[in-house]
Structure formats: C-alpha cells, structure tokens
C-alpha cells in the first residue's frame, strides 16, 4: 500500500512538470499570434492608406480649379500645406513669396527643400493637365502612423509621367499627405 501511495505521489509530481513544460512551451505561441495580428493591422493600415491617397490624388485632379487649393488644404497637413504653398510661389510677383534662399532657410529643418518642387505644381511639375491618373503606387516603407509610397502619375493627354514619392501619416484618425518628394534630374 505504501508503494502505492509513493508510486501515486511520483506520478502526480511528474504530472505537475510536465504540465509546466507545455504551459512554458505554449507561451513563446502566444507572442508569436499577438505579433503577427499587429503586422497584420499594419498591413491593413498600410492599404487603406494607399486606397486613400490614390482616391484622393484622382479626385484632387477633378476639382474645379477654382476650388483647388482648398482641395489641397483638406488632403495634407498643415505644415506641408504651409511649405508646398511656400515652394510653388518662390521668386513670384505674389504677396508672401519667399527667394529660393529664404525658403531654403526657412524649411530646411523640416523638409528635403531639394526635392520640393520648386515653381511647379502639388502633385505633378506640370502647370495643365488633362487627364491625370495613377499608375502606380507602391508601398516603400512605414513606421508607425506613416507610410511612404513610391508614386508615379500619368496624364495621357500630355503623354506626361510624374514620379514621386509621396509621404502619408495618420493624424486624429484621418490620412493625410505629409510631403512629396520630387526628383525632377530624371
């Protein structure tokens, strides 16, 4: 009876280790699902930005000119707005536009002024347009609330193509457009 009970009680207690082995070996699974479902949401995150910022890019180019910087207002940030303005009026006959030197100065912390597209348009270095559509827009890289988007437009009219690329955060659960990078050397 003794044996029984001793028996009984080693078995209980190997019971109880090997019940420890597979909770520990559970829990690394656990990290692994909880990581995967936030690269998932990134992901998602990551579409709907490139969704909206496609969306928004052709429906920018449908406005009515009249109506086109307050189109340009409602898709970037206000810093980006500010700069954008600043960069499309340097060295014009226009209140508040700034030499290439003063706007240089005044941006540099913020912004890559050497790919701001300086004189031309947002979006696109061309004045006129006909029909600008998106070609391609491509993820390149995202950190948290940021998604940078390799970007090339076309307008088929002018046989035009305009590559960028265009920088969009998440600011108070909206997406917006935080900088566009031009490369006007191709």
Known sequence: ??????????LVIACKEEKKELMAKDEPQKVE?????????????????QKWLKE???AYFKTDLGSMDKAMQKITT???YEYKTDAMNVDMD???????????????????TK?????????????????VEVGSCELKSSSKDSYLFNVVLNDDG???????????????????????LEDHSN
Do not use: C, H
């Open 56 to 58: 928004n890019i052709i």
């Open 94 to 112: 226009v209140d508040g536009s700034l030499t290439e030197k003063e706007f240089q100065d005044k941006w540099k912390t913020k912004f890559d």
């Open 33 to 49: 699902v909880k990581e995967n479902v936030a690269a998932e949401n990134t992901e998602d995150e990551s579409q709907a930005a």
């Open 158 to 180: 002018f046989k035009a193509k305009y590559p960028s690329q265009v920088k969009v955060v998440k600011e108070d659960g909206k997406f917006l457009i935080a900088d566009v």
């Open 1 to 10: 009876m003794k044996r029984t009970i001793i028996a009984s009680l080693f």
């Open 115 to 131: 790919k701001a597209g300086v004189g031309s348009g947002f979006l696109i270095s061309g004045q006129d347009w006909i029909n």
């Open 78 to 80: 206000k810093d980006y």
